[in-house]
T-cell receptor
Framework: DQQVKQNSPSLSVQEGRISILNCDYT??????FLWYKKYPAEGPTFLIS?????DKNEDGRFTVFLNKSAKHLSLHIVPSQPGDSAVYFC??????????????FGKGTRLSVIA | KAGVTQTPRYLIKTRGQQVTLSCSPI?????VSWYQQTPGQGLQFLFE???????NKGNFPGRFSGRQFSNSRSEMNVSTLELGDSALYLC??????????FGPGTRLTVL
């Protein structure tokens, strides 16, 4: 049972336009969400995160939106640049008394930004 | 500050063999997690070590094991390798489990 789903395996966007990557989750206990970016032959790098007490978090060109009622989050990249071409992973966890649970990752979306 | 390092970067083994992968976390990070990434799959959590103790474990068979040393360096071992174990194995270190920094991974190929 996949608790974090990225239903679009790939996405192509023109340079300068907005890229929107989507992620759905099924476990309502998740209260912390992250996006990672991965280039080939490298490990994932942290991009941006959001806590469930917020519905938006912004960092430069990257904005993450969280809709708790729909169990949906999205990552917006504006404007998209060719260097943004990578695989993007959505991840989620929740807080126990002993600390956060391990991250649960989606399968990733491959973003291609076309010049 | 140096990042997470993993050795070796590439490894080729045959079925039935065993393999040991190594991970050195970012200095000061006491939590080390291991993930398996296979084509078409996301990152699947293997286990997490904190202060030399396994704190969390994913849904993998007992052939997959790990340990952590007093300097926070970690190793994972896979015994009796199967073709399906071919994957990218990623190590991540963190101060807090929800903010993980990944190494470049070890690409394991089982023939």
């Amino acid at each position: 049972d996949q608790q974090v789903k990225q239903n679009s395996p790939s996405l192509s966007v023109q340079e300068g336009r907005i890229s929107i990557l989507n992620c759905d989750y099924t476990n309502s206990m998740f209260d912390y969400f992250l996006w990672y970016k991965k280039y080939p032959a490298e490990g994932p790098t942290f991009l941006i995160s959001i806590s469930s007490i917020k519905d938006k978090n912004e960092d430069g060109r990257f904005t993450v939106f969280l809709n708790k009622s729909a169990k949906h989050l999205s990552l917006h990249i504006v404007p998209s640049q060719p260097g943004d071409s990578a695989v993007y992973f959505c991840a989620a966890s929740f807080l126990l008394n002993s600390g956060n649970t391990p991250l649960v990752f989606g399968k990733g979306t491959r973003l291609s930004v076309i010049a | 500050k140096a990042g997470v390092t993993q050795t070796p970067r590439y490894l080729i083994k045959t079925r039935g063999q065993q393999v040991t992968l190594s991970c050195s976390p970012i200095s000061g990070h006491r939590s080390v997690s291991w993930y398996q990434q296979t084509p078409g799959q996301g990152l699947q959590f293997l286990f997490e070590y904190f202060s030399e103790t396994q704190r969390n474990k994913g849904n993998f068979p007992g052939r997959f094991s790990g340990r952590q040393f007093s300097n926070s360096r970690s190793e994972m071992n896979v015994s009796t390798l199967e073709l399906g174990d071919s994957a990218l194995y990623l190590c991540a270190s963190s101060l807090r489990l929800n903010e993980q920094f990944f190494g470049p991974g070890t690409r394991l190929t089982v023939l």
